[in-house]
């Protein structure tokens, strides 16, 4: 029997109630709302999504959370606000200063004249071209100076609970000196290719705390990624992670976009061309990904879990193309570094018992 949409929302709804903080059930509920077109609830829970990213320091996809609202409605002042803050924090102070001008213009059309004053003197103490924002404050603001430094540089967001800012983590913790583990650092549940590396461990602890259940293994990758590329640059980290953020909110399109300004950093080019392929694999352009993966196996230096994780990659590719002996011959070349995974021993049998029909027939 084929679940009616009411029936779909009021399931995710008690499921929420028992456990609120699962982000996937909010954003599949969020989903949900809007293709039924309940547009007002589907907002207002994208913007419950983004605020508990952000308690839990997961900012790349409170980002790419934000700009789906934007994509609903472009004036909207709380995403305007809260990815002007975010922005600004990365010292992406052009980025930051289109959505605050967004967010100043929502405010004065309005009729909030304080809060768009407010805004206003925050544009001009971050914007790279300040004159245009100084003449807009003598024509609309004649009776008011412009102070030194303004008193409301932490613009703060008017909603129930602001997010406190992101706390950095010490340098001794468990998260410092991890790095790229690329087998790892996508998860476990993103694609097909992990179907290969879970544990029965993993998946033991997942459904036993039924509160964290449904966080996903991507936030552990940003996590592990935020405090970590000691050669790299901050943009580059947050481009990447806001890449897999976008991959895992289903906009490929953004998630490749942003995944071309990583392919320019040293420490996540690997990391890049690996989720590009897995993007252009699931849209059903298995050409393209394979591409991907025959750059990334170029690569020099690659460590020996690196070029693993390729040729898994690789091969399952081929597979999907129909070129059999080759997928079997890159799967077997994983497997003879990991001897102990049955999944891919598994796969390697079927693929065998294939071939075999095949060519008998």
């Known amino acids: 029997m084929v679940e009616i949409p009411e029936e779909v929302i009021s399931s995710l709804e008690e499921q929420l109630r028992q456990t609120p903080n699962n982000f996937r059930l909010r954003l599949k509920l969020a989903d949900n709302y809007l293709s039924y077109g309940e547009r007002e609830q589907a907002l207002e829970e994208y913007c419950k999504s983004a605020r508990l990213y952000l308690e839990h320091d997961f900012t790349p996809l409170a980002v790419a959370t934000y700009k789906k609202i934007l994509n609903e409605e472009p004036q909207h002042l709380e995403a305007n606000l809260e990815l002007g803050r975010i922005y600004r924090q990365k010292k992406f102070y ?17 009729g909030l004249n304080d809060s768009a004053l407010q805004t206003l003197e925050t544009i001009i103490e971050i914007a790279p071209d300040k004159e245009p924002f100084r003449l807009l404050l003598q024509e609309l603001f004649p009776d008011h100076r412009e102070s030194e430094k303004s008193i409301y540089s932490d613009i703060i ?179 003879s570094l990991d001897p102990d995974n049955k999944k891919l021993a598994d796969e390697i049998s079927s693929l065998e018992n294939s071939t075999n029909q095949t060519k008998s027939t």
């Open 94 to 110: 052009a980025d930051a200063t289109s959505y605050f001008r967004v967010a100043f213009d929502n405010y004065r059309e309005n």
């Open 157 to 335: 967001v008017a909603h129930a609970q602001t997010p406190p800012e992101p706390q950095p983590h010490p340098e001794n913790s468990d998260d410092a000196g991890l790095f790229f583990d690329l087998g790892a650092e996508l998860g476990d549940e993103i694609t097909k290719i992990d179907d290969f590396s879970i544990t029965e461990t993993d998946t033991d602890e997942a459904e036993g705390n039924p509160q964290e259940h449904g966080v996903e293994e991507i936030f552990q990758t940003l996590k592990s990624t935020l405090h970590e590329d000691k050669d790299g640059t901050d943009s580059d980290k947050f481009h990447y992670n806001l890449a897999l953020s976008y991959n895992e909110l289903k906009m490929p399109e953004q998630a490749l976009l942003e995944s071309e300004e990583a392919l320019k950093s040293t420490n996540f080019r690997l990391p890049a061309l690996l989720l590009r392929s897995r993007i252009f694999l699931s849209q059903g352009s298995p050409s393209t990904a394979l591409s991907q993966i025959q750059q990334g196996l170029l690569e020099k230096g690659l460590s020996r879990q690196d070029f693993s994780t390729f040729k898994l990659q690789l091969g399952l590719i081929l597979k999907e193309m129909g070129h059999y002996p080759q997928a079997l011959e890159a799967f077997r070349e994983v497997y």
